[in-house]
């Protein structure tokens, strides 16, 4: 049974759909055994807290740097021998050191179509607001494994929805989560606990 952290800072919909998923035997093989957030506001530690997973607080403003954060966030993970770091909606930056110690065990979900819309400065509603400016007919979600390049390791599943005239960055968001981001982030999570992920340089082959 492979270990599984969440890492979250704001209200935890991916969580909640990865809570779900293992709830209802979509996933297999693995357990969320540790919900961490970079926001001791964050409502994802509620939905963490309602289903008797540990949470934990590492408040990005107690550390003066990112490094000291992701020493203390390392040392959290280690303790509880975690095989798997998600990232869902977790809105701080991780340093080299802390992707190497977990090279292929941290994954992330972006809301959009990677290599678009992606990189320093996208997060949240601000990369839908950036796909609407932009004038794409589709974009979606992507999750994919983190390396030292911000949005830039290798891509595990990605799923598009159509862009509607009427479309808000927010009824955008919501769609994207809907429809892309909570089926796909627990796919992955299933996928890499049934040991189903080969990362062969940038590609990631589904066995
Ligand atoms: C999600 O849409 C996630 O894809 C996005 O933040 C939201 C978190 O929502 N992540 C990023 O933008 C990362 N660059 P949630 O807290 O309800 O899961």
């Not at 809301?111 to 997060?123: K, T, V």
């Given at each position: 049974m492979k270990r599984i952290a969440v890492l979250v800072s704001g209200g935890g919909t991916n969580l909640q759909a990865l809570i779900d998923a293992q709830k209802s035997g979509?996933?297999?093989?693995?357990?969320?055994v540790s919900v961490i957030s970079s926001?001791?506001?964050?409502?994802a530690l509620k939905r963490a807290a309602d289903n008797n997973i540990k949470t934990t607080v590492l408040n990005r403003?107690?550390?003066?740097?990112n490094r000291e954060y992701s020493k203390a966030l390392t040392k959290e993970l280690k303790e509880d021998n975690i095989d798997l770091i998600v990232l869902?909606?977790?809105m701080t930056i991780l340093t080299e050191d802390f992707i190497n110690e977990f090279e292929n065990k941290i994954i992330n979900i972006h809301?959009?179509?990677?290599?678009?819309?992606?990189?320093?400065?996208?997060?949240g509603l601000h990369v839908h607001e950036k796909a609407l400016d932009y004038g794409v007919k589709v974009s979606g979600a992507t999750v994919h494994f983190v390396n030292e390049e911000c949005d830039g390791g290798p891509i595990i599943l990605q799923k598009a929805v159509e862009i509607l005239p009427e479309d808000t960055a927010e009824s955008l968001q919501k769609r994207i989560m809907e429809e892309c981001e909570w089926k796909l982030l627990p796919q992955a999570v299933n996928l890499f606990c049934n040991d189903k992920l080969e990362v062969i340089g940038r590609k990631v082959n589904i066995k």
């Open positions: 979509l996933i297999t093989n693995g357990e969320i926001n001791p506001d964050a409502f403003n107690d550390y003066s740097s869902a909606g977790f809301p959009a179509l990677i290599p678009s819309f992606c990189g320093e400065g996208f997060y």
